[in-house]
Structure formats: C-alpha cells, structure tokens
C-alpha cells in the first residue's frame, strides 16, 4: 500500500525558509514521478515542483529560483526546501505519486496517490 506523509509545515515569516519532507512507503522513490502541491485558502490545487523518475526535477515559475525538491532514496523521503517565502506561498502542501502520463496537470504524470498535507503560513 502506497503511502505519503508530509511534515515541517509551520508559521515563518515574509522572507523566511522552511524544508517540508514527505516520508514515503511502499513503493521505491525512483520508479514514481513525485510531486508537490498546494492549495491556497479557497482556491484550487496548484503544483509546485516535482522530480520524475530519472531524477530530474522541475519547478512552475512562480517558485522558481526560491523553491528546490530533492529526493533521497536511502531514505524514502522527498524534500521541498522553501526560501524567500512569500504570503502568496501560505497554504496547504501536498506531496503525490504517480506512474500514469496525463495531461491533467503541468507535471505530465497522473497523481494517483496523495498524502494530506501540512500548512505553511507566511505572515508577520
């Protein structure tokens, strides 16, 4: 059973950083397009980052330059390191899984598996 659990949400100042992990289990890191997603209070889900299966990793261009993902296979964990912060960046962060192609978001791969997310509120 594939399972996703997001942490190192918090409350961090306009300007700040904060590293979220997401500690996975039951599949193997580099067989899976992994990302991350976030939804803003009252608002859609919005994807941030993600790295595919060969290990490269992309960012949508609103965080590009302030957010990186990494991955660590020995320890099943991927990681979303957040500098600069923004306001705009306050919401619930998602990481997903998936094999499948799609075209249902920018990442190119089906999410089809979800954890349920830790909040990031930046604010002073």
């Known amino acids: 059973q594939l399972q996703l659990v997001e942490s190192g949400g918090g409350l961090v100042q306009p300007g700040g950083s904060l590293r979220l992990s997401c500690a996975v289990s039951g599949f193997t890191l580099d067989n899976y397009a992994i990302g991350w997603f976030r939804q803003a209070p009252g608002k859609g889900f919005e994807w941030v980052c993600g790295?595919?299966?060969?290990?490269?990793?992309y960012c949508e261009d609103s965080v590009k330059g302030r957010f990186t993902i990494s991955r660590d296979n020995a320890k099943n964990t991927v990681y979303l390191e957040m500098d600069s912060l923004k306001p705009e960046d306050t919401g619930v962060y998602h990481c997903a899984t998936g094999k499948r192609p799609s075209w249902s978001n920018p990442f190119g791969y089906a999410m089809d598996y979800w954890g349920k997310g830790t909040l990031v509120t930046v604010s002073s």
């Open positions: 790295v595919y299966m060969n290990g490269s990793a």
